[in-house]
């Protein structure tokens, strides 16, 4: 992608969705950092539906600590890898508490010393929670970034790194919404729908794909 093309292809996604937010329901510091961390090779909607149950129950470190761990798994279950969130979200509650008087840390160095947060998890908290301009790159914005040619690279680090670099500073905090939402319901791994992307003239993607045939005769 040319850098004359980046500011149209960000005004675009801007003017479609204003005020883009993350799909995960949360309603403070803690409840977003325990869901972003649950949310790992899981869908958000399948982490709403367990944090619905949860968050009314126990949505502080001290309230996640005073469930024990059996009874923090009887609420999150139903999402991948359980035992092992459930084991670090509890290592991370205690620090909490402990380290930082039950508050979230909002420095990268911080969060990533909680079991369970990495690189990604803490990129989330720091621009969702915080409103600081940090790329958290998830499989969609690894996709989409790539195929579009906006901030190519091998990995995920790479990636992000190209992102800090080429996304203009009126866009940099909601930037990885838009492209996490462009990579989840357009840009699709198998079949991006490029018949109904906003910013194709601006995407490197060839051939881009065609409308299917069943939606031409339905249109």
């Known amino acids: 992608m040319k850098t004359t093309q980046i500011v149209p292809f960000f005004q675009t996604l801007q003017a479609a969705n204003p005020h883009p937010e993350t799909e995960l329901e949360y309603s403070s510091d803690f409840e977003l950092l325990a869901a972003v961390l649950l949310s790992a090779q899981a869908t958000d909607v399948g982490v709403n539906k367990a944090t619905r149950k949860l968050f009314p129950v126990a949505n502080t470190p ?37 380290r930082f008087g039950g508050q979230v840390p909002q420095t990268r160095e911080e969060l990533e010393s909680l079991p369970g947060v990495g690189r990604k998890t803490a990129n989330v908290v720091l621009n969702v929670a915080f409103g600081q301009p940090t790329m958290a790159v998830d499989t969609h914005i690894f996709r989409v970034s790539n195929r579009t040619g906006l901030a190519p690279g091998k990995n995920p680090l790479e990636v992000e790194k190209q992102l800090l670099k080429r996304v203009p500073a009126e866009f940099a905090v909601d930037s990885h919404h838009w492209l996490i939402l462009l990579g989840r319901y357009v840009c699709q791994a198998r079949t991006p729908k490029c018949w109904e992307c906003l910013v194709t003239p601006y995407c490197d993607f060839k051939p881009k794909t065609p409308m299917p045939a069943a939606k031409k005769r339905s249109s």
């Open 62 to 98: 001290q309230a996640i600590l005073d469930l024990g761990l059996e009874g923090l798994e009887s609420y999150i279950k139903t999402i991948g890898l359980y035992r092992s969130k459930a084991k670090h979200l509890m290592e991370a509650c205690q620090i909490l508490v402990d």
